[in-house]
């Protein structure tokens, strides 16, 4: 069982900047395809970015294309999501999630582990 803790969230006025921070607790880190999601009041949960386990390949919704960038440190067991010029409409709770398997995974069934979740409010 994979256990994912993420942090950074927080309150920023918008055209600021925050990084979250997913921590994993499988010693097996580099094998699994990582994610971000989020999903904002009243609204179903929506993919953000994904990174494969070498982190070589990303992938990006076109909403947070250039603005977004997702990484990860896998000696840290540690996934990042650092957001730069964001705008109220990112306000959201964003999640953490895993799955060991391989290609690209921009929906939430290609993913079998998720953290709790953690809050992003921007305000204008």
């Known amino acids: 069982q994979v256990q994912l803790a993420e942090s950074g969230g927080g309150l920023v006025q918008a055209g600021g900047s925050l990084r979250l921070s997913c921590a994993a607790s499988e010693r097996t880190f580099s094998s699994y395809r990582q994610a971000w999601f989020r999903q904002a009041p009243g609204k179903e949960r929506e993919f953000v970015a994904d990174i494969r386990g070498s982190g070589a390949f990303t992938y990006y919704a076109d909403s947070v294309k250039g603005r977004f960038t997702i990484s990860r440190d896998n000696a840290k067991k540690t996934v990042y999501l650092q957001m730069n010029s964001l705008k109220p409409e990112d306000t959201a709770v964003y999640y953490c999630?895993?799955?060991?398997?391989?290609?690209?995974?921009?929906?939430?069934?290609?993913?079998?582990?998720w953290g709790q979740g953690t809050q992003v409010t921007v305000s204008s």
């Open positions: 999630a895993a799955d060991v398997r391989g290609g690209i995974g921009i929906r939430e069934s290609e993913y079998a582990y």
